[in-house]
């Protein structure tokens, strides 16, 4: 019986090896070639773009994370401003709202994924100060975006980064990830919650504190998203409305999946939804 488990070891390790020279032969690319398809897509200096992503999703990627990072900058060059969500917590909002946290802008680390981290972690990086929704900015006007997220009435609301990002016109990347990982479309649910068949916001208002990367403490006052609408939210319904417009542009390079999105085109998406009456919630 050992022997078959070590037989079996053997072969598992063996086979993730093949797999690993697979993928490294049939999908090798390197930071040239995602810098050249994130132009193909539209992306380009002076704009404003907010990046989901995965790590674990670039394969056959010849460089590291922090190449990735360098490429995304290179994209949109110091004029533009570089976003990445770096949300403290797993689960729900409000559980850890409750737990009473101090949210520490300098301190506390991002659950986002890797290239979250490393990114919020770079030179010259300025993250702004949420207790449940930070986001990480690079860029001459990353101040001016970042500045008064604390003061929100929710989370993503208007008044935040993710309000900048429409106003804007920004555009959003999905680097290995799909539409259901859109941060923004928690701003729209503020921009229609009248028009909404369930109320996405909590009716209780948190009050949560914050430090700031100087040290200070903040205080903010906002409603957090319901628990029980969240598990219902189902952004792929928007994607058949996005494509019909021709606002999905999505293609490969090597075994990564790179989709970007207008800010605008989202919002126009999810209005065009609400006349219909469909709703982004199963």
Request: charged fraction near 20%.
């Amino acid at each position: 019986m050992d022997a078959f488990k070590g037989m079996k070891t053997r072969t598992k390790r063996h086979l993730k090896v093949l797999r690993r020279m697979f993928i490294n032969t049939m999908w090798s690319f390197g930071p040239d070639e995602l810098q050249r398809q994130l132009l193909g897509l539209g992306v380009g200096r002076g704009e404003t773009v907010l990046v989901h992503s995965s790590f674990d999703a670039f394969k056959g990627f010849q460089g590291k994370p922090s190449d990735v990072i360098a490429v995304l900058q290179a994209a949109v060059g110091i004029e533009g401003v570089l976003m990445m969500p770096t949300m403290t917590f797993s689960g729900t909002a409000v559980a850890y709202a409750r737990s009473d946290p101090l949210f520490d802008a300098a301190r506390t680390p991002s659950k986002m994924g890797l290239l979250t981290e490393l990114f919020r972690r770079s030179p010259q990086v300025l993250r702004s100060v949420h207790p449940t929704h930070s986001v990480a900015l690079w860029g001459r006007d990353a101040a001016v975006v970042a500045s008064g997220h604390h003061l929100a009435r929710t989370p993503c609301g208007v008044g935040t980064p993710f309000d900048a990002l429409l106003k804007r016109n920004g555009k959003i990347l999905l680097l290995g990830t799909d539409i259901g990982v859109l941060t923004f479309f928690h701003l729209l649910e503020e921009t229609f919650e009248t028009e909404l068949p369930v109320a996405p916001f909590t009716q209780e208002v948190f009050h949560l504190r914050s430090k700031t990367m100087d040290g200070r403490i903040l205080d903010s006052s906002c409603r957090l998203f319901e628990a029980t609408v969240s598990r219902r939210r189902n952004l792929h319904k928007m994607v058949p409305y996005l494509k019909r417009d021709g606002a999905w542009r999505e293609a490969k390079v090597g075994g990564l999946r790179v989709t970007v999105l207008s800010a605008a085109a989202v919002e126009q998406a999810v209005g065009q939804m609400i006349q219909q009456g469909v709703y982004c919630y199963d």
